[in-house]
């Protein structure tokens, strides 16, 4: 157990709706990554925020929006949803803001029918 | 550009045997970082390894070792004295310059036999 949650674990909807993850990261963890892990696109880093702040962007879509609130934890929500946003959604945390080691939490799969 | 290449899709190893899994990147920046991650089909990511580009030495972890040729741009994974446990996906992942991103490969897939 890396000490990282994720809820839920499973997530089924349906074409055009919207969805919101949630993640708590290890206590004491600052940092808090978003990444999607689909057949077709494999692993890609999605967003960072650090201690409440955007840090980093990567392959993240408009339709897809993230947070971090005071209490640290992190929200990524992902709107008119497509049937390829179905993946496995993993959020990690570091203490810092760009630590080697990343404690990944279990992924929440998503399935857009 | 940033890449990571795996070549290998998917790779048998025996019981107790040492294997070694590809990997070669690709950036221009002389910072950068490399990882190993392991991936069992419970489906969590596992830290696994880091080895970074200013490093002297090649980094272990117990039974994992990084074999970093610089010059060639890779950085293969060893893991010595393969275990059942073992078994599972692979990524080797970049993160270069100032930056704070992080780019993965398509991963391996370890078999490892009885």
């Known amino acids: 157990d890396s000490g990282v949650t994720q809820t839920p674990k499973h997530l089924i909807t349906a074409t055009g709706q919207r969805v919101t993850l949630r993640c708590s990261p290890r206590s004491g963890d600052l940092s808090v990554y978003w990444y999607q892990q689909s057949l077709d696109q494999g692993l890609q880093f999605l967003i960072q925020?650090?201690?409440?702040?955007?840090?980093a962007k990567g392959n993240i879509l408009e339709r897809f929006s993230a947070q971090q609130f005071p209490d640290l934890h992190s929200e990524l929500n992902l709107s008119s949803l497509e049937l390829g946003d179905s993946a496995l959604y993993f959020c990690?945390?570091?203490?810092?803001?760009?630590?080697?080691?990343?404690?990944f939490g279990p992924g929440t799969r998503l399935t857009v029918l | 550009a940033q890449k990571i290449t795996q070549t290998q899709p998917g790779m048998f190893v025996q019981e107790k045997e040492a294997v070694t899994l590809d990997c070669t990147y690709d950036t221009s920046d002389p910072s950068y970082g490399l990882f190993w991650y392991k991936q069992p089909s419970s489906g969590e990511m596992i830290f696994l390894i880091y080895?970074?580009?200013?490093?002297?030495q090649n980094a272990t972890e117990g039974r994992y070792s990084l074999n970093f040729q610089k010059a060639r741009k890779s950085a293969n994974l060893v893991i010595s004295a393969s275990q059942l446990g073992d078994s599972a996906m692979y990524f080797c992942?970049?993160?270069?310059?100032?930056?704070?991103?992080?780019?993965f490969g398509a991963g391996t897939r370890l078999f490892v036999k009885a």
């Open positions: 080895q970074g580009s200013y490093d002297q």
């Open positions: 925020y650090y201690n409440g702040e955007e840090r």
């Open positions: 992942a970049m993160r270069s310059g100032g930056g704070f991103k992080t780019i």
């Open positions: 990690a945390s570091t203490p810092g803001r760009r630590d080697n080691e990343q404690f």
